[in-house]
Nanobody, 118 residues
Framework: QVQLVESGGGLVQPGGSLKLSCAFT????????MYWYRQAPGKERELVAR????????TYPDSVKGRFTISRDYAENTVYLQMNSLKPEDTAVYYC???????????WGQGTQVIVSS
């Protein structure tokens, strides 16, 4: 069973940076595609970054492209989300997800809160 634990959230001023971490345990990390999602109050959960199992490809929506970077460390079994130039609209709970292949069970972490405010 895959387990995911996010960390690194907090309060940051507009224009600031945060780096989120998601620790992966329970299965072979390198076999899973990894995702970061976020959900703001009253809004649907949205994808903010995706990285393939080999790190060959990353994907971002236009809302974060150029500001957020997803990466993974195979030695640490951890996926990261570096967030720069943060805006108040980036305020949300950020979740990590692992998927073995399309259509297989999805595994989610518990989320970490990010608040961007002056």
């Amino acid at each position: 069973q895959v387990q995911l634990v996010e960390s690194g959230g907090g309060l940051v001023q507009p224009g600031g940076s945060l780096k989120l971490s998601c620790a992966f345990t329970g299965r072979t990390f390198s076999s899973y595609h990894m995702y970061w999602y976020r959900q703001a109050p009253g809004k649907e959960r949205e994808l903010v970054a995706r990285i393939t199992r080999t790190s060959a490809s990353t994907t971002y929506p236009d809302s974060v492209k150029g500001r957020f970077t997803i990466s993974r460390d195979y030695a640490e079994n951890t996926v990261y989300l570096q967030m720069n130039s943060l805006k108040p609209e980036d305020t949300a709970v950020y979740y990590c997800k692992a998927v073995f292949y399309t259509g297989s069970p999805e595994y989610w972490g518990q989320g970490t809160q990010v608040i961007v405010s002056s």
